[in-house]
């Protein structure tokens, strides 16, 4: 049972453009989430994050919007650079466990063409 | 630069032998440490916590006779894939928690492991 999804295993942009990437969960208990980026042969190495308390954070130009109505968080990069290019992975965690035990989704691979 | 160092970054071996993995936390001790596998277009998936100085702890469906791991010290866990088959073949990634609460895991830079 796939608690954290990315349903969309690709997306291409233009750089200058804005990325959208899309993360869904089904645990109601998760209370914080952070993204991850990965290049190829590399370890993932942390992005961003958000508490449950919040329903937005932002780090120059990358921002994660929270929904927990929807069970649903995404997180832009405005304006997109081809250094953007990497797989991105959104996961999640429950009370308690920090950072420490996350959940992670299936990645979604950003390609941003100059 | 790295936190987290993790050897070799590839290894080819034959089924039946044994490879080990080691994973270093840089200038920190991390008293903790996870191990994760990742399938093709598949996600990280944690096999096992690495407690210093006891007994590792794996999740369901991981077998820890096969996947052996040590921590024997506060910068290093090793991972030991025993008796290892072609369906053993994945991409290992060590991480260790930063040191805040809540502050995220570094990760090493995985090991692609190929068993013919």
């Known amino acids: 049972d796939q608690q954290v999804k990315q349903n969309s295993p690709s997306l291409s942009v233009q750089e200058g453009r804005i990325s959208i990437l899309n993360c869904d969960y089904t645990?109601?208990?998760?209370?914080?989430f952070l993204w991850y980026k990965k290049y190829p042969a590399e370890g993932p190495t942390f992005l961003i994050s958000?508490?449950?308390?919040?329903d937005k954070n932002e780090d120059g130009r990358f921002t994660v919007f929270l929904n927990k109505s929807a069970k649903h968080l995404s997180l832009h990069i405005v304006p997109s650079q081809p250094g953007d290019s990497a797989v991105y992975f959104c996961a999640a965690s429950l009370p308690n466990s920090g950072s420490e035990k996350l959940v992670f989704g299936k990645g979604t691979k950003l390609t941003v063409n100059p | 630069g790295a936190v987290v160092s993790q050897h070799p970054s590839w290894v080819i071996c034959k089924s039946g032998t044994s490879v080990k993995i080691e994973c270093r936390s840089l200038d920190f001790q991390a008293t903790t440490m996870f191990w994760y596998r990742q399938f093709p277009k598949q996600s990280l998936m944690l096999m096992a916590t690495s407690n210093e100085g006891s007994k590792a702890t794996y999740e369901q469906g991981v077998e820890k006779d096969k996947f052996l791991i040590n921590h024997a010290s506060l910068t290093l866990s090793t991972l030991t894939v025993t008796s290892a088959h072609p369906e053993d073949s994945s991409f290992y990634i060590c991480?260790?928690?930063?040191?805040?609460?809540?502050?995220?895991?570094?990760f090493g830079n995985g090991t692609r492991l190929t068993v013919t």
């Open positions: 991480s260790a928690p930063g040191r805040i609460y809540n502050s995220p895991l570094h």
């Open positions: 958000i508490s449950s308390i919040k």
């Open positions: 645990n109601s208990m998760f209370d914080y």
